[in-house]
């Protein structure tokens, strides 16, 4: 299953808050369950073995429980296909995905791991995605003139005093690759992750002083970024 960001704004969610601790300790384990569409598969007993299998104490009338909970505070909705029960977070779209795209600059994801939700509950609750290939004879080239548009894009998303010290990271980067040179596609990259840091970090002050010890200490890579800014958050 791929990993999950869990932003910090949990903390003050008034709906999560209002979950009882087992239900609220069920929705982090459920949560690395899903697939790129926010959907997992919600029958007790596969639930119990693949988010509690070293956990003997807990059954799966506690899961169907805890998962009755979630969807009373409106935070998953279930369906049934084949006598399978399967869920989704409701608000799964609105936190995951900002920045996976292609290089046509298309939103993508990974192969459903569920049955497609039924039509209303797919209507009501989740984001479909554009068609990925709007053309029927795309060009397998993508266009260099769209990939600088969303670079220069990506960099005004930054304000203009943090600007620059992203400039100086992705030059950093260029110095030390043999060529002196990075690929757009490697600068896009390069900007999504830090943009991904900086909404995660949700401190401005913060990820600024990240960016700079890493330009500092010659260290411009995002590992290096985070790990900056997870000490800082831990003093």
């Not at 998962?67 to 049934?80: C, D, F, P, R, S």
């Not at 010890?213 to 000490?231: F, H, L, P, Q, S």
């Amino acid at each position: 299953m791929p990993n999950r960001i869990i932003k910090d704004t949990i903390l003050t969610s008034p709906t999560m808050n209002k979950l009882s601790i087992p239900a609220e300790r069920h929705f982090y384990r459920l949560l690395l369950t899903v697939d790129d569409y926010g959907c997992f598969e919600a029958t007790p007993d596969v639930v119990r073995g693949r988010c509690y299998s070293l956990q003997k104490k807990v059954t799966a009338k506690k899961i169907q429980q805890w998962q009755n909970e979630l969807a009373n505070k409106g935070i998953t909705k279930y369906w049934v296909t084949d006598e399978r029960i399967f869920g989704i977070f409701i608000k799964f779209d609105k936190h995951n995905s900002k920045y996976c795209v292609t290089d046509e600059g298309r939103p993508t994801r990974h192969r459903r791991r569920t049955p497609e939700p039924p039509n209303k509950l797919f209507a009501t609750f989740c984001q479909s995605l554009p068609n990925p290939n709007p053309n029927p004879n795309p060009n397998p080239n993508p266009n260099p003139n769209n990939i600088s548009l969303q670079i220069e894009n990506l960099l005004n998303s930054f304000e203009n005093s943090l600007k620059s010290k992203v400039e100086k990271y992705l030059e950093h980067i260029c110095l030390k690759n043999k060529t002196k040179r990075i690929t757009n596609g490697r600068r896009r990259t390069l900007l999504l992750e830090l943009l991904n840091t900086k909404e995660t970090c949700n401190d401005d002050n913060l990820f600024t002083q990240a960016i700079e010890g890493a330009i500092k200490y010659d260290a411009c890579n995002i590992g290096y970024v985070n790990a900056i800014v997870r000490n800082k958050k831990i003093q």
